[in-house]
Nanobody, 126 residues
Framework: QVQLVESGGGLVQAGASLRLSCAAS??????????MGWFRQAPGKEREFVGSINRSGDSTNYATYYADFVKGRFTISRDNAKNTVYLQMNSLKPEDTTVYYC?????????????WGQGTQVTVSS
């Protein structure tokens, strides 16, 4: 069982930056093989994919993927030594306001995550 704990959310003004963190409770050898992703969900809406950092096959090489609405503004990275994945969010917009969730998958890609965090609220004021 892998537990994911997000942090770093908060209230910022439009144009500002935030960095979300997601710490995983897993042995390093397990975490390094997980594909990690970020999703977000506004009230009354479906959860939507933000981005992911996926392991490449059986190796520990990684590839990043982003939803079109965050390309060029958000960056996903990971620190396997800290069992943590990050979501750097720049040029935030009011429409980015929502709850952000971290997800992990034992497979390549996060199309069907095996684990979810509890979410962290991001609020961007205009």
């Amino acid at each position: 069982q892998v537990q994911l704990v997000e942090s770093g959310g908060g209230l910022v003004q439009a144009g500002a930056s935030l960095r979300l963190s997601c710490a995983a409770s897993a042995p390093a050898r397990i975490f390094s093989r997980l594909s990690m992703g970020w999703f977000r969900q506004a009230p009354g809406k479906e959860r939507e994919f933000v981005g992911s950092i996926n392991r490449s096959g059986d190796s520990t090489n990684y590839a990043t993927y982003y939803a079109d609405f965050v390309k060029g503004r958000f960056t996903i990275s990971r620190d396997n030594a800290k069992n943590t994945v990050y979501l750097q969010m720049n040029s935030l917009k009011p429409e980015d306001t929502t709850v952000y969730y971290c997800a992990a998958s034992i497979w390549v890609g996060v199309q069907r995550p095996d684990y979810w965090g509890q979410g962290t609220q991001v609020t961007v004021s205009s």
